[in-house]
């Protein structure tokens, strides 16, 4: 399985982006994870395979939301009212689990990495 992030850039405090991950087929789990540099990786937002569960860090809920279109095997981030500290590489993952996870070793597959930077 193959996964391809797109949408990064750089924004505005206060702007928006909204990233996609596209899979190259059906996948479970998924999340979104982000490192700034010098810190280690950390979940972002995941989402169950369904789709109906959904798990946010404290420090984007209400300004992210995480989604995803089966029968497109693709997931998104969008991401409002960014702020500097958001500024990341951000990774799509997907793991072979059907519930949301916020651990990086239950992830199998990662994107390259998409990097955001939020100026303020």
């Known amino acids: 399985l193959q996964l391809v992030e797109s949408g990064g850039g750089l924004v505005q405090a206060g702007g928006s982006l909204r990233l996609s991950c596209a899979a190259s087929g059906r996948t479970r789990s998924m999340g979104w994870f982000r490192q700034a540099p010098g810190k280690e990786r950390l979940v972002v937002a995941a989402l169950s395979w369904s789709g109906s569960a959904r798990f946010y860090a404290d420090s984007v809920k209400g300004r992210f939301t995480i989604s995803r279109d089966n029968d497109k095997n693709t997931m998104s981030l969008q991401m409002n009212s960014l702020k500097p500290e958001d500024t990341a590489v951000y990774y799509c993952?997907?793991?072979?689990?059907?519930?949301?996870?916020?651990?990086?070793?239950?992830?199998?597959?990662w994107g390259q990495g998409t990097q955001v930077t939020v100026s303020s």
């Open positions: 993952a997907a793991a072979s689990l059907t519930a949301w996870s916020t651990r990086s070793d239950d992830y199998d597959y």
